[in-house]
Nanobody
Framework: QVQLVESGGGLVQAGGSLRLSCAAS????????MGWFRQAPGKEREFVAA???????YYTDSVKGRFTISRDNAKNTVYLQMNSLKPDDTAVYYC????????????????WGQGTQVTVSS
């Protein structure tokens, strides 16, 4: 089993920044694809960003240039730095991990965190 614990959410004004963290335990973190997803009220959960084993990163179009995903394998932690936040970024953000089909960075995540709320005021 893998446990994922997110932190760093909160309330911020539009244009501000937040950094989300996701601490992983229970399995070799290094050999995983890690992703961030979000779910806004009344909407389906959507892919935000992912980082694969090689360190290559992927982003949904709406956050490119504003969000940065990174990982620290020594700390078993993945981060999402969010800059220039907009009210449309308001959502519960989830960290996710997968250990199979590592290049399929949008689908098939096996483990999920409990989520952290991000609220961006206008």
């Amino acid at each position: 089993q893998v446990q994922l614990v997110e932190s760093g959410g909160g309330l911020v004004q539009a244009g501000g920044s937040l950094r989300l963290s996701c601490a992983a335990s229970g399995r070799a973190f290094t050999y995983s694809t890690m992703g961030w997803f979000r779910q806004a009220p009344g909407k389906e959960r959507e892919f935000v960003a992912a980082i694969i084993l090689s360190g290559t990163t992927y982003y949904t179009d709406s956050v490119k240039g504003r969000f940065t995903i990174s990982r620290d394998n020594a700390k078993n932690t993945v981060y999402l730095q969010m800059n220039s936040l907009k009210p449309d970024d308001t959502a519960v953000y989830y960290c996710a991990a997968k250990f199979r089909s590592l290049l399929d960075y949008k689908n098939g995540y096996e483990y999920w965190g409990q989520g952290t709320q991000v609220t961006v005021s206008s």
